[in-house]
């Protein structure tokens, strides 16, 4: 399925519309809205604006996951979970049993495998052969990567393990990463992007090229949220 992309001059707002339309949509369907975070700055807004309107949503039947997370601990300014507790976690009624945290503290190849872990007893009591999210947040670094799947990674290349260990030139270089198996079970994705600068990438990335733009998920839709 080609991508659509949203041009918005209403960037947060019609994030959040996103999210909560999708998660409406999932929760009518399942009963569950499998929501995958993106780490780095651009969602910080995005999940803030969120919580402001957290009665829209109930939250017992949500589901947090993180595309990624910089191995350091969780009281990290660099880490993803500190960003996205900051800006959400902490502010709505989300049974803690509900977000699969990445462990940064811990071994990465660990911390890897318990995510992984959590993701396949749910996908088992799914009935799912992978963890399905209903929508998977991610960004657009500046060299194309996206989560931590960065340009001439090993990871790019892997077909079988859904979240691994991996390094890269954005620090901090140690990360855990959902792979493609993961990302394009999806049933949708949606980049965030809020920065004229990468206009560029954007259309590589469109284009099919950067591992961003290799993001297809098999049964599902990839929507570009671009802010101008
Ligand atoms: C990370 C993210 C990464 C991020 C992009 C864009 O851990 O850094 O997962 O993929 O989404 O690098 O980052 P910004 O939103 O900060 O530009």
Known sequence: MTPRVLRT????KDAVSL?????????AR?????????????PRAVYKALASCADDLPWECVQITFGDERCVPADNPDSNFHMAFEALLCRVPLPVGNVFQIQGHIDPNEAAAQCEAQLAAVAKRMGEPIYRHDLLLLGLGEDGHTASLFP????????QRLVVATTGPKPPPQRVTFTYPLLNASRKVAFLLNDPKKESVLEAALRGEFPSGKVRPTDGEVVWLVGS
């Open 9 to 12: 001059r209403n960037f947060v």
């Open 19 to 27: 999210i909560l339309e999708t998660g409406r949509e999932a929760i």
């Open 30 to 42: 399942s009963g569950m809205f499998r929501l995958g975070l993106a780490g780095g700055s651009t």
């Open 152 to 159: 001439g990674s090993p990871a790019l290349e892997e077909t």
